[in-house]
């Protein structure tokens, strides 16, 4: 049994945590609810929402619920089994739920219309099963600090919860019913130090040194911008006596154990994953997942932008192994993604491991420590990133031949850690806790503060927020054990891609040369696919490289077409709305569809040109508008999206949510309105929503 705080008796009813998370943000939470809880007396469990089965909800008393959302509001990958299981309860078939009280919170983003989809459909259905909340639901938004909501969300959990773990009557339910995240925590107070003119001036700039071997003269680290930490509007510190609102530290789950064994640094991607012990490197047997991926061969990359466009496409043609057939989950249909498990660039891997002490330099190369991983009590406990993949026989050089998660410390920083994502305010605050010099612990602990989220919002490294940029900020903390950043780095997630979207420029994929063998999984899409009637006229809408889906759909019906020309099908009308920023450098498939047109497949193309003036048309371009896809929805394309949904067409929307998710909504709301009649913008906006609710309005954002 757990040791509990002073005084409190062990609370023998469970708690049941239950995440569904797409890049660790949930699974992170939810494993630091699980520590504190289980410090606190409690029964815990954590698992992930398509493992309920293991949490035995129909004997626990309380459960919680904490759900990221992913696509266009879909649950992600590690709950879609579960979503599933609930959809299938029918009739009187109720399941656990009449007899389970829950807490939910949602992570989302508000760039995505479809806010926290997956935590709000979880938490109706679990209601229309007979579920009670016994704590109000809360739902964090990534856009402006998911810190905002999570911090006071989990400070009044406790209370309510040891009262309905501990049952304590119906009275002191009802008051739990009804209970609304507390009041913020306490003060914490930190010691009033040195005063810090080097942070004061507002930027801290600190270069990345590692020791070099005794006995060889090793080349230089690959230098890297690390550490040039820019932090405007930073108060001055030493005036700051007490900060509030600290995240909890996670503890760590993993055990760290050093091997003797060592593992060669490889800067190729074919000769490194020839040789990585773990189940990433050698194909495995389909279905194929982000940590079971396939290895495909890159057959081609392609340009298909200007060299002079401001941002570059590339067109990437990848093999993949024979045995994926094999895998019905390969059997794509346009709309459908994949995944490619990008790791961290070569560079930046070497410089972090170098200063992690896990590459050391033999004369002939670069070496990495092998460490082997555990989970504090069992594989459970190890991050879902981890416990995913298979353990694997010992390396060589290392005592015995038992299964085990090894890695090298360089292969845990070029795949596992994600040192390029933005830092999250628990990892300063674990940063601040292992800072000796007391500037710098102040410094950390002010931006993981509530009072520091302002100058943590804004602190960026060359324009971006990168976790990897914190570390040299803190010179005095000489090295972050392992388990640490196991627990506060965000795993490397992978990147979608449709199947047909080209190469989003990613610094990746950009590096990439024929023969390179890159990991890759099927991730098929749930609802972003083409009428199985083809009659039913489609507006696309996307910008960027969202257009690749969508002439994978063009492509698609161009085949369709012709396979039925002899039978006298008729087919729907496609309009594309297409933004792009200048028609000579990145109009991306231009000449494809233009062919298109010609053909009779597509049967207008309106080009929303942000950068240029359109005072010329394009020959086969039905118009051309200087502006947003939006802007063309509004004016020149008007009638014709209005036309096709009003014939019981489908919209289809793919490019970034940030930038054109949202607008493209308010546009369709907005035509459509008027050509309705709509009294108000509101009802506009619920003629759209029911769109959506039909499947008729769908979008693809990232
Ligand atoms: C491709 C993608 C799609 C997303 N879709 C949505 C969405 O539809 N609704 C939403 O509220 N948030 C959406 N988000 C935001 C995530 O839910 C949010 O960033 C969350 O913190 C991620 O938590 P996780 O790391 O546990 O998955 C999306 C994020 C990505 C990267």
Redesign the pocket.
């Known amino acids: 049994m757990a040791p509990t705080t002073a005084g409190t008796p062990p609370l023998a009813p469970h708690l049941a945590i239950l995440?569904?998370?797409?890049?660790?943000?949930?699974?992170s939470i939810a494993r630091g609810l699980h520590d504190t809880a289980v410090a606190r007396g409690f029964n815990s469990s954590v698992h992930c929402l398509n493992d309920h089965a293991a949490a035995h909800l129909d004997q626990v008393p309380a459960v919680l619920f904490i759900t990221?959302?992913?696509?266009?509001?879909?649950p992600?990958d590690n709950a879609n089994l579960f979503f599933r299981a609930l959809r299938k309860l029918k009739g009187g078939d109720k399941g656990p739920w009449p007899q389970t009280r829950y807490a939910l919170l949602?992570?989302?983003?508000?760039n995505?219309?479809?806010?926290?989809?997956?935590a709000k459909r979880l938490e109706k259905r679990v209601s229309e099963l007979g579920a009670t909340r016994f704590y109000a639901s809360a739902f964090?938004d990534?856009a402006t600090g998911?810190e905002e909501t999570i911090d006071p969300w989990v400070e009044g959990l406790w209370p309510v919860l040891e009262t309905v773990c501990a049952r304590k009557g119906a009275a002191a339910d009802a008051a739990s019913a009804a209970a609304e995240p507390a009041a913020a925590p306490a003060a914490k107070s930190i010691a009033n130090k040195p005063a810090i003119d080097t942070l004061v001036n507002q930027t801290a700039s600190l270069a990345l040194t590692t020791p070099a071997p005794a006995l060889y003269s090793p080349p230089a680290l690959p230098t890297h911008t690390i550490g040039h930490l820019t932090i405007p509007g930073l108060p001055d510190l030493s005036t700051i006596t007490s900060l509030t609102g600290l995240p909890a530290v996670t503890v760590p789950t993993v055990v760290v154990t050093r091997t003797t064994a060592t593992k060669p640094i490889l800067p190729t991607i074919t000769d490194y994953h020839a040789q990585w012990h773990s189940q990433i490197t050698r194909t495995p047997l389909p279905p194929y997942t982000s940590s079971r991926p396939a290895s495909a061969t890159v057959r081609s990359v392609t340009p298909l932008t200007t060299p002079d466009a401001v941002k570059s496409v590339l067109a990437l043609d990848l093999d993949l192994p024979t045995d994926t057939a094999a895998d019905p989950g390969w059997a794509w249909t346009p709309g459908d993604a994949f995944g490619i498990c990008a790791p961290v660039p070569y560079d930046l891997a070497l410089a972090t491991a170098a200063r992690l002490g896990g590459a050391e330099w033999t004369g002939d190369g670069w070496v990495s420590p092998v460490v082997r991983l555990d989970g504090t009590n069992g594989d459970a406990d190890l991050p879902q990133s981890l416990r995913d993949r298979d353990a694997v026989v010992a390396p060589k050089g290392v005592e015995g031949s038992a299964k085990g998660h090894f890695y090298s410390i360089f292969d845990l920083c070029r795949f596992v850690l994600d040192v390029t994502a933005t830092p999250k305010k628990a990892l300063l605050r674990a940063l601040g806790d292992l800072a000796t010099d007391e500037t710098e612990k102040k410094l950390m602990y002010y931006l993981s503060s509530r009072a520091g989220t302002k100058a943590y919002r804004g602190m960026s490294d060359n324009g971006r927020r990168r976790c990897f940029m914190s570390w040299p900020t803190v010179p005095s903390v000489t090295s972050v054990p392992l388990d640490v950043l196991l627990a506060h780095v965000?795993p490397s997630?992978p990147r979608?891609f449709s199947h047909s979207r080209m190469g989003v420029a990613s610094e990746f994929v950009r590096a990439l040369s024929v023969g390179d063998v890159i990991p890759v999984y099927p991730a098929p899409s749930a609802r972003f696919h083409l009428p199985a009637d083809g009659s039913v006229p489609v507006v696309l809408v996307g910008a960027g490289t969202g257009m690749a889906p969508l002439i994978a759909f063009v492509r698609h019906r161009h085949a369709q077409r012709e396979m039925a020309s002899a039978r006298g099908v008729q087919f729907g009308s496609i309009t594309v709305v297409q933004g792009l920023r200048d028609p000579m450098k990145d109009w991306l498939f231009g000449s494809e569809l233009l062919e298109m047109s010609k053909a009779g497949t597509v049967t207008a193309v309106h080009l929303a040109v942000s950068r240029v003036d359109v005072a010329q048309g394009l020959d086969g371009v039905a118009s051309m508008t200087r502006g947003y896809v939006q802007d063309a929805i509004r004016s020149t394309a008007r009638d014709a999206v209005v036309g096709a949904i009003e014939k019981g067409g489908r919209v289809y929307v793919c490019g970034d949510?940030k930038g054109m998710g949202r607008g493209v909504m308010d546009a369709v709301a907005e035509v459509l309105g008027a050509a309705r009649g709509a009294a108000s913008k509101l009802e506009a906006v619920e003629m759209v929503a029911t769109l959506v609710k039909e499947g008729r309005y769908l979008q693809d954002?990232?």
Do not use: H, R
Request: net charge negative; charged share 15%; proline share 3%.
């Open positions: 995440y569904g998370s797409q890049t660790g943000n949930a699974e990221s959302s992913t696509g266009d509001g879909e992600p949602g992570l989302g983003d508000t995505y219309s479809n806010f926290c989809g997956a964090a990534d998911l965000t997630a979608l949510a954002l990232w």
